[in-house]
């Protein structure tokens, strides 16, 4: 098992980040914060699915005040994406939102910063300092484009940049004592090693919880494919205390899905089901895709973690998913079903899907027993 890294946690709006917490997964709204209706649809939308904080972005003044009714009608902590203006902060303070995304050092008048960090104080609401490779200051990216000139490999030079501006943030909220307990941190690339290696230099560096991305991954198979090998390095190794997959698609809920996935294979989190199929092969006696897609899309709700296998014939059957608590094999006009690797029941090929799809259903209104 990983040991995970010991940091300190942070609450946002009743879900702990960090300590012995478990590794918390969020998302970021799609829709225009300023139009509150679709925004709270969609809150409730990605709570059900599994998220469990999320973030609006707040890019002018009515997009805060919406704010008050989003965190009003929200079942979820709320943080608010904010850069640059710190009005807006002071706005999203106002409308009690449970955490801010803001970076200090993108505010340059310290007055204006300490005012923000004032209001929060008062509300006891934590910041998360995000930084991004992409969007690092100015100065920095000139230091970085003379060093590309030399190095075009410079990955490890911008990880050390990126742990610099998040130290630099760090240290303003420090300097007006509200450290630890009210920081939390994102160092997030598109590049993957560079992600991996801004992390683990942060880690080392402060004991502040670490949310985990790849920032602009990409669509949503090379984009999940990309935060699953850069996440999962990460959560590997015992970094990471909050994750958000970031993919180039109009329905959030399936970032949550892939984070879920990507913390129940690494043994992180087990609340839903989880299908295993074999690939297929020329010994494939029937047509086993559109069983797996149906079994896929039935077991999309349930929060139970039970495991199906759907194998294509008796090499993959029972042998290779005998953990499954349910699986079927298929083919020669008939279907034969499993349990806990254990032949259940045959039935005629044409029944097979129904009579799984029923079997499944009454596994997972058993009592669950802890694994």
């Keep these: 098992m990983v040991t995970r890294r010991k940091s300190i ?18 998302t970021m709204t799609k829709t225009d914060t300023r139009d509150v209706k ?9 709570k059900e699915a599994g998220c469990e904080i999320v973030r609006p972005a707040v890019p002018d003044h009515e997009a805060a005040e919406a704010l008050k009714e989003i965190v009003k009608g929200s079942p979820l902590p709320v943080i608010a994406d904010i850069h640059y203006d710190h009005t807006l902060a002071l706005l999203a303070i106002e409308a009690g939102v449970h955490c801010l995304r803001l970076n200090p050092g993108n505010i340059p008048d310290r007055d204006k910063v300490s005012k923000v960090v004032n209001a929060a104080k008062e509300r006891q609401i ?10 690092l200051p100015e100065e920095v990216h000139k230091s970085m484009r003379e060093q590309h000139a030399i190095d075009r490999d410079n990955r490890e030079q911008t990880a050390d940049r990126m742990v610099e501006v998040a130290l630099g943030h760090c240290k303003i909220l420090e300097d007006l004592d509200y450290g ?3 920081i939390k941190v994102s ?12 992390n683990r230099k942060f880690a080392a560096a402060r004991g502040y919880p670490i949310h985990l991305g790849v920032t602009e991954s990409g669509p949503v198979e090379a984009g999940s494919i990309r935060s699953a090998v850069g996440m999962g390095i990460l959560l590997a190794e ?23 996935e990507i913390l ?10 989880t299908l295993v199929a074999c690939p297929t092969c020329g010994r494939l ?35 290779e998913a005998r953990h499954a608590d349910i699986g079927v094999t298929g083919g020669r006009g008939k279907g034969v079903i499993f349990k806990k690797g254990k032949l259940y029941r045959t039935v005629p090929q044409e029944e097979l899907l129904t009579v799984l799809l029923a079997e499944i259903d009454a596994i997972a209104a058993e009592p669950q027993l802890p694994r």
């Design 38 to 46: 679709a925004t709270l649809r969609q809150i409730h939308e990605l």
């Design 285 to 319: 006696e029937y047509d086993m895709v559109p069983t797996v897609n149906a079994v896929e899309a039935h077991i999309a709700r349930l929060k139970v973690p039970i495991t199906i296998a759907v194998m294509g014939c008796v090499v993959n059957g029972p042998a």
């Design 9 to 26: 946690p942070v609450n946002v709006g009743g879900v702990v980040i960090g300590g012995a917490a478990p590794i918390a997964v969020q």
């Design 238 to 260: 015992g970094i990471g205390d909050t994750i958000r997959v970031s993919l180039a698609t109009s329905d959030p809920r399936e970032e949550v899905r892939v984070a879920h």
């Design 126 to 135: 934590p910041f998360r300092i995000g930084v991004n490779a992409g969007s």
């Design 180 to 182: 630890p307990g009210f």
């Design 187 to 198: 160092l997030k690339s598109t590049d993957v090693w560079t992600n991996v290696m801004a």
């Design 264 to 273: 129940k294979t690494l043994a992180f989190r087990n609340e839903t089901a």
